[in-house]
């Protein structure tokens, strides 16, 4: 797995902030504590952890009846990245752009695996991909925020899908539950 997601799981938001002007000063008009500033990397390495795990439960998943909660794990992730990036935003920190613009989701999350649910939260999906790079790109931290909250709605309503069909096929016995991490 290559380029922006990969690049987004394995980098910790410590590792390559850059506050934002009067962002981190301790007096004045848009002052932010260190408390503030600490909570929010806290949040981000926290948020990142989680993105990391629920992108490795799909790189080499086999298709079977996790798949909807791999997809929920992914859309929890998605989520927490996106209140991550708004607290870091708020804490004065800015995005660093990154160069890649064409990256892929795991293999089991691309078009051509054979993924099952509706074509059209399938288009969903992939569009919130390409804005999640294309906004990965520029430095508007709430952009970035914006593209995971997009990607999350997206992976969530998938995962609702995907449950229902595999729960019809039963390849999910009704008693079963999808769980997310």
């Known amino acids: 797995m290559h380029g922006i997601l990969h690049k987004l799981a394995k980098q910790a938001f410590f590792g390559y902030h850059r506050p934002m002007p009067g962002g981190s ?30 992108l490795e439960a799909h790189r080499l998943a086999p298709p079977d009846a996790g798949f909807s909660a791999r997809l929920g794990a992914l859309a929890a992730a998605a989520r927490e990245e996106a209140e991550a990036c708004r607290a870091a935003e708020a804490a004065g920190f800015a995005w660093p752009p990154h160069r890649a613009t064409s990256s892929k989701p795991p293999y089991e999350l691309q078009p051509e695996s054979g993924r ?63 769980r997310s991490a």
């Open 116 to 178: 099952r649910g509706p074509r059209d939260l399938w288009a969903r999906f992939d569009g919130a991909v390409a804005e999640l790079n294309r906004a990965a790109t520029g430095t508007d931290l709430l952009a970035v925020a914006d593209a995971y909250e997009q990607l999350a709605g997206a992976a969530a309503e998938l995962a609702e899908a995907v449950e229902q069909i595999d729960r019809g096929s039963g390849l999910l016995s009704r008693g079963q539950t999808r």
């Open 25 to 54: 000063s301790s007096s004045g008009p848009g002052a932010v504590s260190k408390s503030g500033e600490d909570r929010a990397q806290a949040a981000f390495r926290a948020a990142q952890e989680r993105w990391r795990d629920a």
